[in-house]
């Protein structure tokens, strides 16, 4: 709940990029969930991919702009310029910690949450196999090392490098994998060639009953048991939470950058049922996408 104090004396403005449809709704969400959780008025920006950072600042100065939450990519260059300015908040985009003072929701998907929806989904397995950039997915890594074990489960974690690295250690892990005590996850990662690898990868779990599951929405067609993908109403809540904390913080201190915590389940039927899975009907009913429709 939004103290009357912050609802009264602060002035939220939230910036987002002006970009086509369908991806301007996913904005909108957002915003709506925002709006809905702060109960007060809020300024809006959608930005143009020419716009002037000086214009920009005047208006949020003129506006008495005490907090800004910032989204998409546009909006995380404009958190990086403005945050010693303005209270600032991050989210709507795939973002490290990678030493940059920032507060804020990475689309990333927290690691706990995969976890438990594998011992949900598929009991029997055992072992989780994951390649990934140390750059761009070390900091994923280290909380899912964390968060791993309470779930019985065993994280094979092989960092890679470069592409042809990554292409190696999957051809090396594949031939390795055992049906139904394996899984792969799947990360939005440079490390996953989409022409060539991921096909490799669901051809060989298609054939030999390996369970994959991705953080890629768009890998659900091709054939990954599911995928979590954000929930950007409840996400928008979630960053006015963090914007009323950041107006709390009376030292300005950020509160670093969290894996996202708001999510759906977007699932492959035609692939469980391959794999020989039984789900129940609550599960079908807490889906958010089922594949192929329904």
Do not use: C
């Amino acid at each position: 709940m939004v103290s009357a104090a912050f609802a009264s004396l602060s002035s939220v403005a939230v910036i987002y990029p002006e970009i086509r449809e369908p991806y301007r709704s996913i904005f909108l969400d957002i915003i709506r969930g925002i709006k809905n959780e702060l109960k007060t008025p809020i300024k809006s920006y959608a930005l143009e991919k020419n716009y002037s950072i000086e214009m920009l600042k005047e208006k949020l100065e003129k506006e008495e702009i005490n907090v800004i939450i910032a989204l998409g990519g546009r909006g995380l260059l404009i958190a990086r310029e403005l945050q010693s300015l303005f209270r600032v908040v991050v989210g709507a985009v795939l973002v490290a910690p990678d030493g940059t003072e920032l507060t804020g929701l990475s689309l990333a998907p927290d690691p706990q949450i995969f976890f438990q929806r594998v011992k949900e989904f598929t009991p029997d397995v055992q072992r989780i196999t994951v390649i990934y950039s140390q750059e761009h997915n070390g900091w994923l890594i280290k909380r899912a090392e964390q968060t791993i074990r309470q779930y019985e489960l065993e994280l094979n974690a092989l960092p890679a490098k470069s592409l042809r690295e990554a292409a190696s250690l999957y051809r090396d892990v594949l031939n390795k994998l055992k049906s139904g005590t394996d899984a792969i996850w799947l990360l939005q990662d440079k490390t996953l060639d989409e022409q060539t690898i991921l096909p490799l990868i669901l051809q060989e779990a298609w054939e030999r009953n390996l369970v994959v599951f991705s953080s890629n929405l768009s890998h659900l067609k091709r054939g990954v048991l599911f995928a979590l993908y954000p929930d950007n109403e409840n996400m928008g809540r979630s960053l006015a939470e963090l914007a009323l904390k950041q107006m709390q913080n009376s030292e300005n201190i950020p509160l670093g950058i969290k894996p996202l915590h708001n999510l759906l389940v977007a699932f492959n039927i035609r692939t469980a049922e391959h794999l020989g899975l039984k789900l129940t009907s609550q599960m079908k009913r807490e889906f958010g996408l089922i594949f192929p429709l329904q």
